[in-house]
């Protein structure tokens, strides 16, 4: 059996950040992205800056088009189709707390179900997300297989709305680059983490609704 | 368990192929025939690896994937790991990040392939400056 290579090491400047990153993130974002390390060891430090401006930018994109709360339904899907699980989860959760904050409503494809999906064939993946979103979460649907339709064939965007699922698809093969060092699940991408009664109040409603009371 | 690697040549593209649940033992029974199969080779221009029979992948057979795409790395090959499940596909993407081949790439259908194979730009690359563009409309 042959060993898996080391990684780069960090240097003393590069290991300081990264002590400090974690808390600092946690306490100004709410949560913090595991796969910090790897971007550094991949990029460098400024490269590290480089990369949240760029990615950044990318997602305030979505966010104006499409709403944060779907903005995070289309990353956590982008992730999915690439096979990052822990960003897929990040983001779905994300996406699952504002709608039950905003709408009072339990999003149909649960944390774990999509990272159970990871494992399914694509054809089947979508089916059951047809199943699970026709009757109630039709405008959900309608952009999760239209960014589907531009992740998987060689059709280019035709519109604006178009061009900001491509630039969610093509946002999450820049960023599961790093991200596919580690593995779900992941806190909620979004400062709504911060929020500790949603939180609470969104883990019971699953919960009941798991065993039926509700 | 894991059926036997296959790996031929089909049109000039090297074709490798392998499915079932892959272990330990079928991870370097794929990295001894793999080594077997480049011996002598000097240059090696597209791969694929077909792995959309593949349903899992053992923490011992990842190692053995690595080595591999090293092997090919060191020959310029283009390398494609065309999978049918999402779990599949990070794994061909987890080994282009680890083996550090810039030019190993996870993708969804043949015709994705064919259009990495005719280009030139890294994995990552392709992703920075597809996002620097801002996509563009038809």
Avoid at chain 1, 154 to 171: F, G, T, Y
Avoid at chain 1, 180 to 205: G, L, M, Q, S, W
Avoid at chain 2, 89 to 106: C, F, P, Q
């Amino acid at each position: 059996m042959t060993d898996l290579p080391p990684p780069r090491s960090l240097n003393l400047i590069e290991r300081g950040f990264l002590k400090v990153l974690p808390k600092l993130s946690e306490s100004i974002e709410g949560y913090y992205i595991a796969f910090g390390e790897e971007i550094i060891r991949t990029h460098g430090l400024l490269g590290f800056f480089r990369w949240a401006k760029l990615t950044g930018s990318t997602q305030q994109g979505t966010r104006d088009h499409f709403g944060v709360q779907r903005q995070h339904l289309l990353s956590a899907f982008a992730s999915m189709w690439n096979g990052c699980d822990y960003c897929a989860h990040g983001n779905i959760l994300a996406h699952n707390l504002f709608m039950f904050r905003d709408e009072n409503k339990l999003f149909p494809v649960t944390e774990e179900m999509l990272l159970d999906m990871h494992r399914w064939k694509d054809d089947e993946i979508l089916a059951e997300v047809q199943r699970l979103l026709a009757d109630d979460f039709k405008e959900e649907l309608r952009l999760i297989e239209r960014q589907w339709q531009l992740k998987s064939t060689m059709e280019e965007p035709d519109n604006e709305e178009d061009r900001q699922l491509w630039l969610s698809v093509r946002q999450y093969d820049f960023i599961n680059e790093c991200s596919i060092v580690v593995d779900a699940p992941a806190p909620p991408f979004n400062h709504i983490a911060k929020d500790t009664e949603v939180r609470a109040r969104y883990a019971k409603a699953r919960a009941a609704s798991s065993n039926g009371t509700s | 368990m894991s059926a036997p690697p296959n790996i031929e040549d089909r049109d000039g593209i090297l074709w490798i192929t392998l499915t079932g649940e892959l272990t330990k033992e079928g991870g370097e029974e794929y990295r001894v025939a793999l080594e077997k199969y480049l011996d002598g080779v000097s240059r090696l221009a597209s791969v694929c690896v077909d792995l959309r029979d593949l349903t899992g992948c053992s923490v011992f057979a990842r190692s053995e994937l690595i080595t591999a795409q090293r092997l090919l790395k060191d020959l310029g090959a283009r390398t494609c790991y065309l999978a049918s499940r999402p779990r599949i596909r990070g794994l061909g993407l987890w080994v282009g990040h680890i083996s550090e081949d810039e030019n190993a790439k996870s993708v969804i259908t043949l015709e994705k392939a064919k259009e990495w194979w005719d280009s030139s730009l890294g994995r990552e690359e392709s992703a920075r400056q597809a996002l620097m563009s801002r996509g563009r409309l038809r």
